[in-house]
């Protein structure tokens, strides 16, 4: 859909501001340019973000200088980040084959998480998201069920240290 289309529906009254999906930073910068001439402002970037996928922190420092929110979806890595899965058997659906090349990286990254979440006394999911908030960006991380929404909201309860965070990198 042509962005100026977007820039109809602001004028209207019909949105705030616009967001994306999976942008990379020269796309990011030429949706900008044209919603900047319509004077349309651009809220948001949403794009797949996680301590086993990184690739967006490249991102951030272009987003905080433009304002733009950073969400990041996959926040748990499908699971893998709550210590659930199990890499020495790895479930044979999408979130094995996806995740597959992250494999070798997971016992150390999640020793970090499980050693931070002891310490702060919450669960390893909470640590892996206050990661995504300490890094300016707003996960989204799906829930289906009561248990795990308590477990996502735990990671407002605390916060990170530059040491601790500094830890979570070099595992991941």
Same mark, same amino acid.
């Given at each position: 859909m042509p962005l100026r289309v977007?820039?109809?529906?602001?004028?209207?009254?019909?949105?705030?501001?616009v967001g994306f999906c999976n942008l990379n930073e020269a796309q990011l910068e030429a949706a900008k340019a044209v919603l900047d001439r319509h004077r349309v402002p651009l809220l948001a970037l949403q794009v797949g973000y996680s301590l086993l996928r990184r690739g967006a922190e490249a991102l951030l420092p272009a987003l905080r200088r433009e304002g733009i929110a950073l969400t990041a979806y996959s926040s748990l890595a499908m699971g893998w980040l709550t210590g659930k899965l199990d890499p020495k =058997?790895?479930?044979r659906d999408y979130?094995?084959?996806k995740?597959?090349?992250?494999?070798?990286?997971?016992?150390?990254?999640?020793?970090?998480?499980?050693?931070?979440?002891g310490a702060k006394g919450v669960p390893v999911g909470a640590v892996a998201l206050r990661y995504l908030v300490e890094k300016g960006a707003l996960p989204?991380?799906?829930?289906? =069920?009561e248990a795990q929404a308590r477990m996502n909201a735990e990671?407002?309860?605390f916060r990170l240290?530059?040491?601790?965070?500094?830890?979570?990198e070099a595992a991941s």
């Open positions: 977007w820039a109809e529906a602001y004028k209207r009254g019909l949105a705030r501001g =058997n790895p479930p979130r094995g084959r995740y597959r090349q992250d494999l070798a990286r997971l016992p150390r990254l999640l020793g970090e998480l499980r050693a931070l979440a989204i991380p799906g829930a289906k =069920n990671a407002l309860a240290s530059p040491e601790e965070v500094a830890r979570l």
